[in-house]
């Protein structure tokens, strides 16, 4: 790391002293300076592996930039976000902090082992190995080796020893996180990031599984509105103030729930969510929000859409923005395929269907 990107790092670390007035003259100065030392990270966004998100998106994930992912539980959320991190972390120099509230890191490696033993570009057939697979490879190898460890169990194991060879890759750029609703907060949140910042050149995405279990202590909220907006605007300060992507995925509200396709306004404190984030991609099951058209006319065909999942970019400050597109599903294997496309069916709008 060069002497200027040190003190940029520095100004970026949360401290007021990063914050002070420049003429437009000096600000030219610096981005020429960073060119001229071949520092682009400005300029070349981390691909996230899902082609059609990139291409949309302008390239990928972008520096100060808050990405929103939101859809109702079991839409695979954080199967789509821990694949993204998973692809960052196997990009050589991007490290991924992934940080869960719903999953302890035992169990997204289990996730991450799944994903791996298949191709999910490809039909996985009968070839790939789902969670209760690699539990019954566990026990039953330990019950034969008393002596037998986990790695040791995954290496020698045919159907698991690959997954353990690409994990191997980019095991030590994803670095996991339990986080607790009591006692993970904002404040705590920039301390690690700010840490990791350092210690990786600023080469460093953070994910936020999910938004609204961050606790924002000793701050106090109202309602579950505000402490929305006090979380959203947090994770969107730590962004800009350290120079990093922060995705973050976000639970939907009661009533919006109940909707045929949700939408960005169906997410809880979404009038905060709107202003803070740069990206927001919003999932919907695509066989639930076909338009009834397409399912009269071919209900067979129809059918095969249940395992696809819509991924609306709802907002996109640097682009096009109210595209569908659609990734299959690979459910028992955790992962999507990130070989996507431009949805040509008519879905419904929710705007316009009175149930």
Not at 78 to 84: E, P
Request: positive net charge; aromatic residues 6%; hydrophobic residues 40%.
């Amino acid at each position: 790391m060069t002497k200027n990107t040190k003190n940029r790092a520095s100004e970026a670390s949360g401290s007021q002293s990063g914050y002070r007035p420049r003429s437009l003259k000096q600000v030219l100065q610096e981005a020429d300076e960073m060119v001229v030392q071949g520092e682009l990270d400005e300029y070349l966004p981390v691909p996230t592996g899902f082609n059609q998100i990139d291409r949309i998106i302008g390239g990928g994930l972008r520096k100060t930039e808050l990405v929103l992912v939101g859809g109702r539980q079991g839409i695979g959320k954080t199967v789509f976000a821990l694949q993204v991190a998973r692809n960052l972390a196997l990009n050589e120099g991007t490290y991924a902090l992934y940080i869960s509230f719903e999953h302890n890191e035992i169990h997204l490696l289990n996730r991450l082992i799944c994903l791996e033993s298949i191709d999910p570009t490809r039909d996985p057939g009968v070839s790939g190995v789902r969670l209760k697979d690699l539990h019954n490879i566990v026990v039953s190898t330990r019950g034969r080796s008393a002596s037998a460890g986990l790695y040791d169990i995954l290496a020698r194991n045919a159907k698991t020893s690959r997954a353990m060879k690409t994990i191997a890759k980019y095991a030590d750029n994803l670095i996991l996180m339990k986080g607790s609703p009591a006692t993970t907060t904002l404040g705590g949140i920039r301390e690690m990031v700010q840490t990791l910042v350092k210690a990786t050149g600023g080469k460093l995405v953070l994910f936020v599984d999910y938004l609204q279990k961050i606790a924002i202590y000793p701050e106090r909220a109202a309602n579950e509105a505000e402490k929305v907006t006090i979380v959203v605007e947090g994770l969107k300060d730590i962004a800009m103030t350290m120079n990093i992507p922060v995705v973050s995925v976000v639970a939907a509200e009661r009533e919006g729930l109940k909707a045929r396709r949700l939408h960005m306004f169906h997410l809880r404190g979404s009038s905060a969510l709107d202003y803070e984030c740069d990206i927001a991609i919003i999932m919907n099951n695509k066989f639930q929000i076909l338009s009834k058209d397409h399912i009269a006319f071919n209900p067979y065909k129809s059918e095969a859409f249940r395992d696809w999942v819509v991924f609306t970019i709802e907002k996109n400050r640097a682009g096009r923005a109210m595209i569908d597109l659609e990734f299959q599903l690979r459910p028992q294997y955790f992962s999507f395929n990130p070989k996507g496309n431009i949805v040509e069916q008519k879905l419904i709008d929710e705007k316009i269907i009175v149930e």
